[in-house]
């Protein structure tokens, strides 16, 4: 399974931004899998952002409210559409995608990762 995450650029505060996770190679319906967004800002640990199943979505804190996850499975891609960007946001994002359809928020439960796209938010 590979995934290729795009869609990340510079922008200023306030701004929005999606970005997009297309997956390849994928052992079984695209479907079937979780999918999930983290980050890594300079000098910190990967932190959850958004996560989604079948049919329910989780956030992290930080986003809750500014990011939105989505999925298309006709097209084999996950989104985030970001709104409302800050200065904090400013990270590399990453997207994962999981056979296990329960894994939400740890980094433990996804198998595949995508190889990240920055996102840089000026003030």
């Known amino acids: 399974v590979q995934l290729q995450a795009s869609g990340g650029g510079l922008v200023q505060a306030g701004a929005s931004l999606r970005l997009s996770c297309a997956a390849s190679g994928l052992r079984k319906p695209f479907r079937n899998y979780a999918l999930g967004w983290f980050r890594q800002a300079p000098g910190k640990g990967r932190e959850f952002l958004a996560a989604?199943?079948?049919?329910?979505?989780y956030y992290g804190d930080s986003v809750k409210g500014r990011f939105t996850i989505s999925r298309d499975n006709a097209e084999n891609t996950v989104y985030l559409q970001m709104s409302n960007l800050k200065v904090e946001d400013t990270a590399v994002y990453y997207c994962?995608?999981?056979?296990?359809?329960?894994?939400?928020?740890?980094?433990?439960?996804?198998?595949?990762w995508g190889q990240g796209t920055q996102v840089t938010v000026s003030s």
């Open positions: 994962a995608a999981s056979e296990n359809l329960y894994a939400t928020r740890s980094q433990s439960q996804y198998k595949y």
């Open positions: 989604v199943n079948w049919s329910d979505k």
